[in-house]
């Protein structure tokens, strides 16, 4: 049995940081390549960051570059999405996922195994 549970979600206004944490159950997950995507209202679930165990592979959406950072920590099982210099289109509910598979490449949402509820963030103008 594997779950993964998003805290760190809020509202905050223009210009300002979250970050946002996953905590994965199971020690075999460390080894798993992690992720976070997103979803606002009326859009498709887009791929924000990825990291595999050791962080010397990391995937961000363009969108995000130079802004978003992505971490982990391996003997807590849990992966960090710093989040700075928000903006109003980073609106949506972000959704932690990992996957078992060995990849170089982003994950795409077919290749996640396990997925979070997710949490709200909300950036306001």
């Known amino acids: 049995q594997v779950q993964l549970v998003e805290s760190g979600g809020g509202l905050v206004q223009a210009g300002g940081s979250l970050r946002l944490s996953c905590t994965a159950s199971?020690?075999?997950?460390?080894?798993?390549?992690m992720a976070w995507f997103r979803q606002a209202p009326g859009n498709e679930r887009e791929f924000v960051a990825s990291?595999?165990?050791?962080?010397?592979?990391?995937n961000y959406a363009d969108s995000v570059k130079g802004r978003f950072t992505i971490s982990r920590d391996n003997t807590k099982n849990t992966v960090h999405l710093q989040m700075n210099t928000l903006e109003p289109d980073d609106t949506a509910v972000y959704y932690c996922?990992?996957?078992?598979?060995?990849?170089?490449?982003?994950?795409?949402?077919?290749?996640?195994?396990?997925w979070g509820q997710g949490t709200q963030v909300t950036v306001s103008s």
């Open positions: 990291a595999t165990r050791s962080m010397l592979s990391t």
């Open positions: 996922a990992a996957t078992g598979r060995i990849m170089t490449r982003r994950p795409t949402i077919g290749d996640c195994d396990y």
């Open positions: 199971g020690r075999t997950v460390s080894t798993y390549i």
